[in-house]
């Protein structure tokens, strides 16, 4: 049953869940992530990195064009039972009947190798943001990754870092998560856990004492016998409760492109939005060109890559 939650004097469609747990709306446990201008001086987008270990830059990319992007990617997907008949794709309204799962699964092998899906990645503005992030020429990790999330679809991303899958080259890296289309809290973006960046960190330490015994081609895989596919739990309260902080959320929109370090633990939830549309939304990873790079990103996105 949808129900008006409230937390921080804002208020949006809920429950809010994950993987079939609702997340606590206490205000030590749920909260909203801070904005930021993406215009600010390079200190302050340190400074404000260094201490929350994300930056949700608002509006950095051209709205007009993140939809264009939007209604191309449904508008393949037509034939697939994924969109509503007649709809207009850019709204990426679910059809609510069966879908060609296969046919969508090489569709999404065709798409992550589109000249324009990689200009979407290296759109100026992101481009120009993480070389003056990094104060130097930049490299667009070449494993790329789309994702839709049709309303009501249970399964979600579990709680986890992004080292546990890149960490076969440099800790110097970021990701960037990028809504495709307006994304408020009810089609079930990503949620931060606050602070969490250093827990990561000493649960990484923790692994790479552990790894010794392992062979090296093992050593950097997120599945193998001290890690489960590289989450830390699929129940969000669990960790928030076990970690401290609150889960932090956004209404983001076409546009935003949330950056945070590969040590910050994060998830998402479910699409429970009310108007039936699709969440879309693309995660890639930028470093320095002279840091290592992990070698098996070096391939576009297959469901078979074992990442």
């Avoid at 790479?208 to 890690?227: G, H, T």
């Amino acid at each position: 049953m949808t129900v008006v939650e409230t937390v921080g004097g804002r208020s949006f469609s809920g429950p809010l869940e994950s993987n079939g747990f609702e997340l606590s709306t206490s205000p030590d446990r749920l909260g909203w992530l801070t904005p930021t201008d993406a215009n600010v001086p390079l200190s302050t987008l340190k400074e404000r990195y260094q201490e929350h270990g994300y930056l949700w830059l608002k509006g950095i990319l051209d709205r007009d064009e993140v939809l264009a992007f939007r209604a191309r990617f449904f508008e393949a997907m037509r034939d697939t039972g994924l969109i509503a008949a007649g709809s207009d794709p850019a709204l990426g309204i679910f059809s609510g009947s069966e879908v060609d799962t296969q046919r969508v699964r090489r569709l999404l092998i065709e798409i992550v190798q589109w000249a324009s899906y990689e200009a979407f990645c290296l759109a100026r503005p992101i481009v120009e943001f993480y070389e003056r992030f990094f104060g130097g020429p930049v490299h667009l990790h070449k494993r790329k990754i789309i994702r839709h999330k049709r309303p009501g679809d249970v399964s979600c991303t579990g709680a986890h870092y992004d080292l546990v899958y890149l960490r076969g080259g440099t800790d110097n890296l970021c990701s960037s998560w990028i809504p495709i289309g307006d994304c408020p809290v009810e089609m079930g973006g990503l949620v931060y856990l606050e602070g969490s960046d250093e827990a990561g960190r000493r649960m990484e330490n923790e692994f790479s004492q552990k790894r010794a015994d392992l062979p090296p081609e093992e050593r950097v895989k997120a599945f193998n016998k001290y890690m489960n596919q590289g989450w830390l739990s699929k129940d969000l309260n669990e960790i928030a409760d076990k970690l401290g902080g609150r889960w932090l959320m956004g209404d983001y929109e076409a546009g935003d492109m949330v950056v945070h370090n590969p040590y910050l633990i994060h998830a998402s939830t479910r699409n429970v939005d009310p108007r039936g549309r699709i969440r879309l939304s693309t995660d890639i990873r930028y470093q320095c060109v002279w840091d290592e790079i992990d070698t098996r990103w070096n391939n576009h996105w297959s469901p078979d890559d074992g990442l």
